[in-house]
């Protein structure tokens, strides 16, 4: 590299002058723990924050600085960090024993509770959503007897190998992006046989022509098509929604099944994405997004479905499943916190930072764009708008929201999930001073950033 200074390197400075602390435990730590964090998504240069504790829409790391928080756990919190309510509630609990072996009442109420709130007749809970993505994907082959899995290119389901594939390729491997290919994640190393990424196909997202013409080829092999509703892991991608009702056609026209990954989307609505596209799946894998910072994550579908699961039939087991914290502290959530009423007001507060944003970036006239939907939005910066995965990678300066990141952190915000490919979150207990205190140093950061020059990053795969 040149000896050239930019404003990346600059607010990479303050920021670590900033958060000494974090600094000295990460560097004691990345001697232990592979890059220091112990989730890939956590990778963050020069150093990733270390946090001491959360309240509400604030975070504050272990130097003291306090951020307004708009990662929530990377969507996992809409009820916001250590909730009053959710607190007291699980401290009671915790004093009646963390888990058991055995199920309790409230496995019963909460499993009620959702099937009435999605719309379905039965119901598994798992702890993760990677576990509930891939019960998901068992029952789809078992109840089709078919092998393959038609996944799109970005769209990201969970860490296991079923569906670690095209998450997010390099164009120049992953073939035409009308017809791209099944690229393992992890190249060049071979975390999987070969052959298990041929059972998953992979489609561009938003191009109904290129699904049909895939799907002609390998429909009658095709268990299910498996999609985030509102892609999260490539920012925020909305479809539009004859995008998705063609979908259903086609799964029904091939006798596949349809399976939403509601894992993030599932506290976007009260009823998730279906209520925002009035699209129903065959099968529903929800997580974090109702966990609340629990671990939590369920399964969802028809009676006949889901008797495919048990003893010689589809395994499902796990012995945190269903543990009485968890369950419980779920039902709080559901039943108390994450109403109808509590998730307009998100979409609210969400409307007016992503009002907030487009002003700015209109004003300083930046080469940026919001994308948000209901809770959840991203500042993209790219002038075009970006459709899928290739536009994510080929479109968008990842050098310069990075220093926007950075600029936002020096200033007390944290503004999305720091993953490039993330999204802000907002909870519940937001207010409307978080948003206005968030607008006024966007304002900063901007007008710092714009015309500067920044240190170029790509986007990789950060799985
Ligand atoms: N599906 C989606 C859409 C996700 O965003 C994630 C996590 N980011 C997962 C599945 C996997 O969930 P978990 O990390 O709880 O295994």
Redo the contacts with the bound molecule.
């Keep these: 590299m040149s000896g050239i200074k930019t404003l990346t390197h600059f607010y990479q400075e303050i920021y670590t002058r900033k958060t000494p602390k974090s600094r000295e435990i990460w560097l004691k730590m990345q001697q232990i723990v592979p890059y220091g964090v112990h ?1 890939n ?1 956590r990778i963050f240069d020069p150093h990733p924050l270390i946090l001491a504790r959360g309240r509400g829409s604030k975070v504050w790391d272990v130097d003291g600085n306090e951020y307004i928080d708009y990662n929530m756990a ?3 919190l809409i009820v916001g960090h250590a909730n009053p309510v959710l607190v007291e509630r699980i401290k009671q609990k915790l004093e009646e024993g963390t888990i058991y072996g055995f199920e309790t009442e409230y496995s019963y109420l909460l499993a009620e509770e959702l099937l009435k709130r999605f719309g379905y007749e039965m119901i598994r809970f798992s ?7 891939m019960l998901a994907v068992r029952l789809a082959r078992a109840a089709t007897n078919r092998p393959k899995i038609l996944k799109f290119e970005g ?5 296991f190998e079923i569906l670690a594939v095209g998450l997010k390729p390099e164009p120049r491997q992953a073939g035409h992006p009308k017809r791209p290919r099944s690229v393992p994640a992890g190249l060049p190393y071979r975390i999987m046989p070969e052959e298990y990424a041929k059972y998953v196909v992979i489609a561009p997202w938003n191009d109904i022509e290129a699904v049909k013409q895939i799907m002609r080829e390998h429909g009658n092999d095709v268990a299910a098509i498996i999609l ?1 509703p509102i ?3 490539m920012g925020v991608i909305p479809a539009d929604k004859e995008f998705m009702k063609s979908l259903r056609e086609i799964a029904d026209e091939y006798n596949s099944l349809l399976i939403y ?5 599932c506290s976007m609505w009260y009823r998730g994405a279906q209520e925002y596209y009035g699209v129903k799946a065959d099968i529903v ?1 929800v ?2 997004g109702l ?1 609340s910072g629990l ?1 939590f ?1 369920a399964v969802l579908a028809s009676r006949e479905l889901m008797e495919l699961i048990g003893p010689r039939k589809v395994p499902h087991g796990g012995t945190f499943n269903s543990n009485p914290i968890s369950v419980y502290g779920v039902y709080v959530a559901v039943k108390e916190l994450l109403t109808e009423a509590n998730l307009a007001y998100t979409h609210k507060l969400s409307d007016e930072l992503a009002k907030g944003y487009k002003d700015i970036i209109e004003d300083r006239k930046v080469n940026a764009y919001v994308s948000h939907v209901a809770n959840r939005g991203i500042v993209y910066f790219s002038k075009e708008q970006v459709k899928n995965w290739r536009d994510v990678k080929t479109k968008v300066n990842w050098g310069v929201w990075y220093a926007w990141c950075l600029g936002m952190l020096i200033n007390g915000v944290i503004p999305q999930a720091l993953a490039p490919d993330d999204q802000w979150s907002i909870s519940i207990m937001h207010t409307k001073e978080d948003i206005q205190k968030t607008i006024e140093v966007a304002d900063k950061v901007f007008s710092e950033i714009r015309g500067k020059l920044v240190t170029p990053i790509p986007l990789e795969e950060a799985f």
């Design positions: 989730s998504w990377f969507g996992a702890t993760t959503g990677s576990e509930a993505t769209h990201y389901h969970g860490t985030e892609p999260m892991n990954d509601e894992v993030k989307t894998a997580g974090k966990g671990p994550s």
